[in-house]
């Protein structure tokens, strides 16, 4: 259980999958974007709700082993006895992960009632947390919708585009809904085209998108290259691994499965806290750069969460 506590203000909702990532060296490592960035605010000592759904089998059960070790509230976690505990076979070209994500598992199947039941006394200073896989069943989809409404909490939009997973139809609406917003630059590129405003200046694009859909904050991961925000304010604030003090550690990269979901993470936690958008970008860039050296996307060691 961590043992670091951060004071925050507001209690983070994430809302999504969760899933064994499975290696092409036969190796099984849990994970899926929601589940990565709620186990990373509660290693930093935060309190997330994660909302999601589980199947009745070994899987299901080692989820709910590792919340539980780990000090993390299993309320919004569903048992599903139809589905399947959710799965990705990952393969890894030069470091670079591409995701074959399986079909109708538990976490599609979302029970929106279920979900409201345990929403009741919202933290009003809180915000959701969601992904754009969310967006591939109507019951997953229905379940944001609804609970956006019930609570009125700001929408923290992280984009996961997975093909064949999304259509245009979907995302906009969601896009629309969020006031902060994180994509890769492949993704940049691909609401760009949506938004009819091209993608030659991947700067430019990223002003329109952010001023198009009325978000306080777009930030854009560029891999090695670092990350860049650009707020409603005008303020724009890049960060490159360089200007950080981020370590991966002694056996170098490892794979960068789940560098986004830590850099998340830290902006959510940025957020709730009301610290300077250097401070997050710096603290974001440090700590995915961290995780880089891992296997897998979370550590289960207490200082891993640990910035001094």
Not at 103 to 122: E, F, K, V
Request: hydrophobic share 40%; charged share 25%.
């Amino acid at each position: 259980m961590p043992e670091h506590r951060i004071p925050v203000k507001g209690r983070p909702i994430i809302l999504g999958e969760v899933l064994f990532d499975r290696f092409p060296t036969g190796e099984t490592v849990l994970g899926g974007a929601p589940f990565n960035v709620a186990w990373h605010l509660r290693g930093f000592g935060a309190s997330p709700l994660f909302i999601s759904r589980v199947g009745k089998d070994d899987f299901g059960e080692k989820v709910r082993k590792a919340m539980r070790n780990w000090g993390m509230d299993l309320a919004g976690l569903q048992e599903d006895p139809l589905h399947p505990t959710g799965t990705v076979r990952i393969t890894l070209d030069d470091g670079q992960p591409d995701f074959d994500i399986m079909p109708n598992q538990a976490y599609d199947h979302l029970d929106m009632t279920m979900a409201r039941s345990i929403l009741g006394n919202t933290d009003k200073n809180g915000l959701i947390y969601h992904g754009t896989l969310m967006l591939r069943s109507s019951a997953t989809r229905e379940t944001v919708e609804t609970l956006s409404a019930d609570t009125g909490l700001p929408i923290f939009l992280d984009v996961n585009l997975r093909d064949p997973w999304w259509d245009e139809s979907d995302l906009v609406p969601v896009l629309e809904r969020a006031r902060w917003l994180k994509v890769n630059d492949m993704e940049l590129s691909i609401i760009a085209d949506l938004s009819g405003c091209g993608k030659d200046d991947p700067m430019e694009a990223a002003r329109h998108i952010r001023t198009t859909y009325h978000t306080e904050l777009l930030i854009v991961t560029r891999g090695d290259q670092g990350a860049i925000a650009f707020h409603e304010s005008g303020e724009t604030f890049p960060i490159t691994p360089a200007e950080t003090d981020g370590e991966i550690g002694d056996d170098g990269i490892m794979d960068t499965v789940g560098a986004g979901d830590a850099f998340s993470a830290v902006v959510i936690l940025g957020l709730l806290r009301g610290w300077s958008l250097p401070t997050i970008m710096q603290g974001g860039q440090t700590f995915a750069s961290r995780v880089c050296g891992l296997r897998g996307a979370t550590s289960p060691d207490p200082d891993f969460y640990y910035f001094g």
